[in-house]
């Protein structure tokens, strides 16, 4: 019993050190960094609109497809990479099925490209 107490008391220990020295460091930079005003910080974004603008204006919805298709590449990815780690241990049936899942894909990106989805 002793012995898991001793264990825990590091973990404890190291939870608390770790808290402090980031309370710490955060203090610090507060109080070391200056606080005057950049024209960068003013400016409007990448996206085109203004920093301090009124918060329930219109959003265009291209936004919001170039996140769909952002995710929709991504999760594409998080397929392919576990695939390409067993490559050597599956059979034909697991080729043929990630050929076919890039193949729809491919058809779907093209789509997308021939609709101007992709054009700004």
């Known amino acids: 019993m002793k012995f898991y107490f001793v264990e825990y008391f590091i973990l404890f220990t190291y939870i608390i050190i770790s808290f402090i020295l980031a309370c710490i460091i955060s203090l610090l930079s507060y109080l070391l960094t200056t606080k005057k005003e950049d024209p960068e910080k003013t400016s409007a974004y990448e996206c085109g609109f203004n920093p301090f ?68």
Do not use: H, M
Request: hydrophobic residues 60%.
């Open 53 to 120: 603008d009124d918060t329930r204006t219109t959003f265009d919805v291209k936004f919001y497809l170039v996140a769909i298709l952002f995710f929709n590449f991504c999760l594409e990815i998080s397929f392919l990479f576990p695939w390409s780690i067993v490559l050597g241990n599956i059979s034909y049936f697991g080729f043929v099925a990630i050929i076919l899942f890039l193949f729809i894909l491919t058809i779907g990106f093209i789509y997308e490209w021939k609709k101007g989805a992709l054009n700004w």
